[in-house]
Antibody, heavy 119, light 112 residues
Framework: QLQLQESGPGLVKPSETLSLTCTVS??????????WGWIRQPPGKGLEWIGT???????YYNPSLKSRVTISVDTSKNQFSLRLSSVTAADTAIYYC???????????WGRGTLVTVSS | DVVMTQSPLSLPVTLGQPASITCRSS???????????LNWFQQRPGQSPRRLIY???NRDSGVPDRFSGSGSGTDFTLKIRRVEAEDVGVYYC?????????FGQGTKLEIK
């Protein structure tokens, strides 16, 4: 059964870098069928797609965050990661990792992890 | 970015009654391959979003058939044939035609 689990610090100081990892079990991150993405949701607000990576390393970043975002994949650990630099309070959100596909069944999201930016 | 506009934003519904949510995109979501990349998500209280519908009208596995999606081009609808208590939550449309993917503001469904 597919599971995605986000992990990382729940508290990050302003101007520092937020780092999260998504560990995938029940599927290979090297699958050519799916893409792997990060989405965030400020508390009580809507959803914002941060970026997506394919197992080959091809990435797509939201232009609103592009200068600060890096998404990478580690196929040996079946993980993919998010780094968001120079964070501010506006980056406080629940961060979700997801396996996604636009054209078929199989979309799946992790439970999410709350990251608070505060000194 | 493509703007997704949902209505209504709040939807009180009596149990057993139908419900309908509309979503309009600022650009056509039809791709050159003929597919239309419009999804619907459900987010129950305290849970992560779960996709219900992809490509306008295809239900994801495990989604009850009381959920249906329709529409074309820029106008789309999610319908719930008879609302049950477990349907309470926020519903989002999402477009996957243009990067960055974007979501609607969300429609909060509650039981009257």
């Amino acid at each position: 059964q597919l599971q995605l689990q986000e992990s990382g610090p729940g508290l990050v100081k302003p101007s520092e870098t937020l780092s999260l990892t998504c560990t995938v079990s029940g599927d290979s991150i090297s699958s050519s069928t799916y893409y792997w993405g990060w989405i965030r949701q400020p508390p009580g607000k809507g959803l914002e797609w941060i970026g997506t990576i394919y197992y080959t390393g091809i990435t797509y970043y939201n232009p609103s965050l592009k200068s600060r975002v890096t998404i990478s994949v580690d196929t040996s650990k079946n993980q993919f990661s998010l780094r968001l630099s120079s964070v501010t309070a506006a980056d406080t959100a629940i961060y979700y990792c997801a396996r996604h596909i636009l054209t078929a069944d199989g979309d799946s999201w992790g439970r999410g992890t709350l990251v608070t930016v505060s000194s | 970015d493509v703007v997704m506009t949902q209505s209504p934003l709040s939807l009180p519904v009596t149990l057993g009654q139908p419900a309908s949510i509309t979503c309009r995109s600022s650009q056509s979501l039809v791709y050159s391959d003929g597919n239309t990349y419009l999804n619907w998500f459900q987010q129950r209280p305290g849970q992560s979003p779960r996709r219900l519908i992809y490509e306008v009208s295809n239900r994801d596995s495990g989604v009850p058939d009381r959920f249906s999606g329709s529409g074309s081009g820029t106008d789309f609808t999610l319908k719930i044939r008879r609302v049950e208590a477990e349907d309470v939550g926020v519903y989002y449309c999402m477009q996957g035609r243009f990067w960055p993917y974007t979501f609607g503001q969300g429609t909060k469904l509650e039981i009257k």
